[in-house]
């Protein structure tokens, strides 16, 4: 898994982080996790993507189940990524169906 670092951007309007994106890891990706924090994912294969991000923690004694985002060919998602992602090295852990035309970044609003 490669470890995505956070790249800040200022709220403002017409602001993109495309550009600050990376190909995503065929093992996965790490990201921090957090109020105002992202990921954007951007999808410039054929065929659509699924994104999951695991959700470590349970509700009761239940297990709380992995968020899946489809992500659609030619399209781009933002997905927050929140403290119920938090894993045990304190980052969310992100796996792709397929990596083939994927690219990543986590991305924090700075306030």
């Known amino acids: 898994m490669a470890a995505l ?6 709220i403002a309007t017409g602001v993109s982080v495309e550009g600050s994106d990376v190909p995503a890891s065929a093992g996965g990706d790490t990201a921090p996790v957090g109020p105002g924090r ?4 951007r999808n410039g294969d054929a065929a659509s993507k699924t994104v999951t991000i695991a959700t470590p923690g349970t509700v009761s004694g ?8 489809p992500v659609p060919a030619g399209e781009s998602a933002l997905i927050p990524l929140a403290t ?3 894993g045990p090295t304190g980052r969310a852990a ?10 990543v970044a986590a991305f924090e609003l700075e306030t």
């Open 84 to 86: 119920l992602f938090r």
């Open 62 to 69: 239940l297990p709380i189940p992995d968020v899946a985002v």
């Open 5 to 10: 670092s956070i790249v800040q951007v200022p």
């Open 94 to 103: 992100i796996t792709y169906s397929a990596v083939t035309g994927v690219s």
């Open 38 to 41: 992202f990921l954007y994912v």
